[in-house]
Structures are given as C-alpha cells and as structure tokens.
C-alpha cells in the first residue's frame, strides 16, 4: 500500500506570500495518479489539481502543482485570504484504490 | 450541473448496520466511465476511501474494510448505496459520496453527512 505523507502538517503565511506544500509518496507513482484537494471548514474537498499539475475548471492560476515519482508539491503564489485551508494530496493505486495524505493546514501568520 | 447528497442515519449503535444513500444528479452511472465512490472522514480529520462502484456494475473495497462494506446502485433513482455492517465507535465520522473522474480522482462531492456511532 503507498503512503503519502504531507509537510509541513502546519503552514503559516500571510496573504500575498507565496506556500510550497509538500507530497511524499512512499513509492514511485504515475503523475497521472496524484491529485490535490482544499477543504475549508464544514466543507467536503474540492478538488483543485489533478494529473499532478492540472487545474480544476474554475481554479485560480495561483494554484499550480508539479513533481513526479515520489515528490509532488502544490504551490500558492499570492495568497488571498480565501486560501487558507486544509490541504490533501490523493493518489490512485493500479489496485483500484485510493488514499489521502495526512493534510497540510494553511493558516493565517 | 453535477451534484451529489448523502443521506442516512445520524446515529447509529455499535454492531448495527449503516445504511447511506447517495442521490446525484447531472451524470448518469449508465453512461460508460461513470464511476461513483464513497470517502469518509473522521474527527480527526483523516480522509479515508471506502469503496466505488462502476457504470458496468464492478465494485472495488478498501482492503482494510472490506469485508463490512457492500456498494450497489439503483440507475433508475440515480442513486448509490453503501452498507456498513458491525458499526463501532471509531467509525464515527462524515461520510462523502463522490463522482470519481476517470477512475483516478473524485471531482464531485456530496456535502457529507455525520454519522456518530453511540449506545
């Protein structure tokens, strides 16, 4: 089973600096595979990157993703307020499973 | 406009069944590729995949839960079923259906519903 496993758990920013957010798979996996998530609280996920560094329909060019094999990052230039959140990466398994990492929290500096 | 709604229980007690429904619309589990999952999440915040099911009617299970969940689907309804036998209290959390895109991501969520389990 592949284990993703995010960092920083918590990340403190202010608006209009930029976040790098981390995604470690514990195994090589397709970027085809890997998708990242906002959550906001009280809200189900929405998703924001898929393939590893396609966006969503509606996702602000401020979201980009990248990385292969192990290593995926999603990055927030220009924070806005809107922005602070959970974050999950989410891989697919070719055993036609699926798992979350542990999330990052983008929080308000 | 694709949307999805879980419904069921709030509460339940430890060893009963869960039953949740998930009612979608703007897609059709008939059409090929179409495929329909459930995810929950628990206090904690862990995200947690539990099974999908596919417009062609194949079903996949996470491994470790495997053998307490069942998925089915009622294409006339536009609905999708989860079943959770032997609830405990660890299995207290917010249950999500979502519309998995390509077999790969989930791109629809439903709001969620919590299901506390509690004597």
């Known amino acids: 089973e592949i284990v993703l496993t995010q960092s920083p758990g918590t990340l403190s920013l202010s608006p209009g600096e930029s976040a790098t957010l981390s995604c470690r798979a514990s195994?090589?996996?397709?970027?085809?595979?890997l998708a990242w998530y906002q959550q906001k609280p009280g809200q189900a996920p929405r998703l924001l990157i898929s393939?590893?560094?396609s966006r969503a329909a509606g996702i602000p060019d401020r979201f980009s993703g990248s990385g292969s094999g192990t290593d995926f990052t999603l990055t927030i230039s220009r924070l806005e307020p809107e922005d602070f959140a959970v974050y999950y990466c989410?891989?697919?398994?070719?055993?036609?499973?699926?798992?979350f990492g542990q999330g990052t929290k983008l929080e308000i500096k | 406009q694709v949307t999805l709604k879980e419904s069921g229980p709030a509460l339940v007690k430890p060893t009963q069944t869960l039953t949740l429904t998930c009612t979608f619309s703007?897609?059709?589990?008939?059409?090929?590729?179409?495929?329909v999952g459930w995810v929950r999440q628990t206090p904690g915040k862990a995200l947690e995949w539990l099974a999908r099911?596919?417009?062609?009617?194949?079903?996949f299970y996470s491994t470790s839960l495997k053998t307490r969940l069942t998925i089915s689907k009622d294409t006339s309804k536009n609905q999708v079923v989860l079943t959770m036998t032997n609830m405990d209290p660890v299995d207290t959390a917010t249950y999500y259906c979502?519309?998995?895109?390509?077999?790969?991501?989930?791109?629809?969520w439903g709001q969620g519903t919590l299901v506390t389990v509690s004597s």
């Open positions: 979502s519309r998995i895109a390509g077999g790969l991501y989930f791109d629809y």
């Open positions: 703007g897609f059709s589990l008939t059409t090929s590729q179409m495929r």
């Open positions: 099911i596919d417009w062609d009617g194949d079903k």
């Open positions: 195994q090589s996996i397709s970027s085809s595979y």
């Open positions: 393939g590893a560094s």
């Open positions: 989410q891989q697919y398994a070719t055993s036609r499973s699926y798992s």
